[in-house]
């Protein structure tokens, strides 16, 4: 079983940082491409991110370019989300996902929670002052 933790998350005010990470305690990372998703009340599931083994391609969602980053460090085996300038519309659970694929990252602008097998149980991020 594919299991993923996502760490990082918390209460911060508008403008502030924070760093998300997305560890594999009994899989390698580095054959999959990792995606992040966030979920607020009442709405869907949308993609943030996503990043392609050995990091040679990322995409961004539109609301978040220039802001976020992602990054992954297969020798620790973790995936993470650099998240600058937040705002409170970026107030969600976040969460991480892994797709057999890099296609399903490489494909569209921002990665599409459908194409992704493996999730975690999502961290949860609260911007507000």
């Known amino acids: 079983q594919l299991q993923l933790v996502e760490s990082g998350g918390g209460l911060v005010q508008p403008g502030g940082s924070l760093r998300l990470s997305c560890a594999a305690s009994t899989f390698t990372l580095d054959n999959t491409a990792i995606g992040w998703f966030r979920q607020a009340p009442g709405k869907e599931r949308e993609g943030v991110s996503c990043i392609t083994t050995s990091g040679g391609t990322t995409k961004y969602a539109d609301s978040v370019k220039g802001r976020f980053s992602i990054s992954r460090d297969d020798a620790k085996n973790t995936v993470y989300l650099q998240m600058n300038s937040l705002k409170p519309e970026d107030t969600a659970v976040y969460f991480c996902?892994?797709?057999?694929?890099?296609?399903?990252?490489?494909?569209?602008?921002?990665?599409?929670?459908?194409?992704?097998?493996?999730w975690g149980q999502g961290t949860q991020v609260t911007v507000s002052s």
């Open positions: 996902a892994a797709a057999t694929r890099n296609y399903y990252c490489s494909r569209y602008d921002a990665p599409l929670p459908y194409y992704y097998d493996y």
